[in-house]
């Protein structure tokens, strides 16, 4: 998870996220004011969340920019966990917050691998 975490302390500083996590999931939020439903893609690829959100903005009738600091784009890949779900994520936006639910795999939970002894009985070298 550390990978996570490292990619999220690169997000543009306009940007900011929090991970959270439980025994069944994880929960990625991530403020993107100005932003839709409809201006917003998130995919899920090669262990790996995709984020692209583009912000809608408009200049008032006779202005126009002197500095403009609000990015309009946000084009983020933030690797997953291994154990998280991308299959069965679900996403939402509400007022400008992207939030990201990826449930925890059962199947990523260690497991013994059972050593048989070979069929030669050799014993092997230390």
């Known amino acids: 998870m550390s990978a996570l975490r490292d990619a ?9 996220a929090d991970l959270l996590e439980s025994d069944d999931g994880y929960v990625l939020l991530v403020d993107l004011p100005g932003t839709t439903a409809g201006s917003t893609e998130v995919l899920f ?8 959100a583009r912000r809608e903005k408009s200049t008032p009738e006779g202005f126009r920019y002197v ?8 084009d983020a890949e ?3 966990p ?4 991308g299959d069965d994520a679900d996403a939402e936006m509400d ?20 050593v048989e002894e070979s069929d030669d009985g050799d014993e092997a070298d230390a």
Do not use: S
């Open 8 to 16: 999220l302390r690169d997000l543009p500083d306009a940007v900011f």
């Open 95 to 114: 007022r400008g917050v992207l939030e990201v639910t990826l449930p925890k795999r059962a199947d990523a939970d260690a497991h013994r691998i059972p």
């Open 82 to 85: 291994p154990d998280a779900d």
């Open 67 to 74: 500095r403009e600091d609000r990015p309009l784009f946000l």
């Open 45 to 52: 690829e090669d262990g790996r969340i995709v984020i692209e």
């Open 78 to 80: 933030l690797p997953l």
